[in-house]
């Protein structure tokens, strides 16, 4: 007789396998928001080059009182098409005839410019800190940003092969224990990262304790539930991954330090962790009991 056959038997779809299955993807919900998460702690604001100059200093202050900070920008950083600071770059000397309603500029193109040497200024209306403002993931450093997200869905690959087999050789309650621990140790410590390459390392870590816990606890969910019911059980953890990943830009939105929201989606799978062993086995003795 086969186990799903024995389930059948002893009643199919009881308070076992309904209180098991919703306690293993109550922590779907917030560690969904693994995957989506780069796009709010790694949001690129509106920047241009630092400028580093003494306004008292300069030979259009007479005239004005004080010179204002669109004018400094004017004569300082190249504008686009939009009249809006250039990103990249900034003139090597100021411009001041710029600020001359009377004198004429025959090529603005022939100006000479050089990269932003002393850093960027970055718009903090929306976002207050993100990855990219921490460590100036912009202009030549741009692709730093999607080869962090490589990164996380690689370790997403290679959790899915070691858990997997893992699991298969020592079963799935203990790797996926660890993979809770797993996941809330390196999602904190990516928090407090001091630096990108030590970001990008956490991540790779939490990409792989994302899928121990999804593959190990749909596994066992779907192991404990008869045949008829387990389209069922599988759907409700795609919901739950949904709700989380739908959740998430409400969380950012209020959270609009990076390093927070980090810390608050990372720290969630702790109270599951702490309480997990005893569910854990106070299901299983449950269900010998019921068989």
Not at 31 to 47: G, M, P, V
Request: aromatic share 10%.
């Amino acid at each position: 007789i086969s186990f799903a056959e024995l389930l059948d038997h002893v009643g199919g779809m009881g308070r076992f396998q309904i209180i098991y299955a919703i306690l293993l993807a109550i922590p779907v919900f917030i560690i969904a928001s693994h995957n989506l998460l780069q796009n709010f702690t790694a949001a690129t604001s509106e920047h241009h080059c630092q400028v580093h100059i003494n306004i008292n200093n300069t030979p259009y202050t007479n005239l004005t009182g004080k010179l204002a900070a669109k004018d400094l920008l004017r004569v300082s950083i190249p504008m686009d098409s939009n009249l809006q600071p250039e990103k990249c770059h900034r003139f090597v000397t100021m411009q001041w005839q710029l600020l001359d309603s009377n004198a004429t500029v025959t090529n603005l193109t022939e100006l000479e410019t050089e990269p932003c040497a002393d850093g960027w200024v970055y718009d903090k209306s929306i976002f207050t800190s993100t990855i990219i403002t921490e460590w100036d993931l912009v202009c030549d450093s741009r692709q730093l940003k999607q080869m962090a997200q490589s990164i996380y869905m690689a370790g997403v690959l290679a959790g899915g092969i070691i858990f997997g087999s893992l699991s298969d050789r020592f079963g799935r309650r203990s790797p996926l224990i660890w993979c809770y621990l797993q996941m809330t140790v390196t999602g904190t410590s990516t928090a407090f990262s001091l630096s990108f390459t030590a970001y990008c390392i956490f991540r790779f870590l939490t990409g792989m304790a994302f899928s121990g816990i999804v593959m190990n606890g749909v596994s066992l969910s779907v192991e404990w539930t008869p045949t008829r019911t387990r389209a069922i059980v599988v759907t409700m953890y795609g919901y739950c991954i949904t709700i989380g990943q739908c959740i998430l830009p409400g969380v950012a939105y209020a959270i609009p330090n990076w390093r927070w929201l980090q810390l608050v989606v990372s720290f969630s799978p702790l109270s599951f962790l702490i309480h997990s062993p005893s569910i854990l086995l106070f299901s299983l003795d449950e269900a010998e009991t019921m068989i």
